[in-house]
């Protein structure tokens, strides 16, 4: 069964920081590209960053670009997501999951806000 646990949401001021992990099982995360996906309040599930495989190869979308960096560790089966210079546009529950669509095996997530 696969089973992905995302934590280290939490209430940040603009201009803060945070570190999301996810820890996966149930599946060979080492031969998965990995996502993490966004969904803020009232809007649509939307892709954030992805991983290759061996973390050789990322892409960012657009806005946050420069400020955040997705990185995994696969001998932790462990995936991240490094935020910087967080605006209160980032404020959304943030997934981990196997790919971009809604129907991907996700998490629960956790929530990240940003506010003064």
């Known amino acids: 069964e696969v089973r992905l646990v995302e934590s280290g949401g939490d209430l940040v001021q603009p201009g803060g920081s945070l570190r999301l992990s996810c820890e996966a099982s149930?599946?060979?995360?080492?031969?998965?590209?990995m996502y993490w996906l966004r969904q803020a309040p009232g809007k649509g599930l939307e892709w954030v960053a992805l991983i290759s495989e061996r973390g050789h190869s990322t892409d960012h979308r657009a806005s946050v670009k420069g400020r955040f960096t997705i990185s995994r560790d696969n001998a932790k089966n462990t995936l991240y997501l490094q935020m910087r210079d967080l605006k209160t546009e980032d404020t959304a529950i943030y997934y981990c999951?196997?790919?971009?669509?809604?129907?991907?095996?996700r998490g629960q997530g956790t929530q990240v806000t940003v506010s003064s």
């Open positions: 999951a196997m790919g971009s669509n809604e129907d991907s095996p």
């Open positions: 149930g599946f060979n995360f080492d031969n998965s590209v």
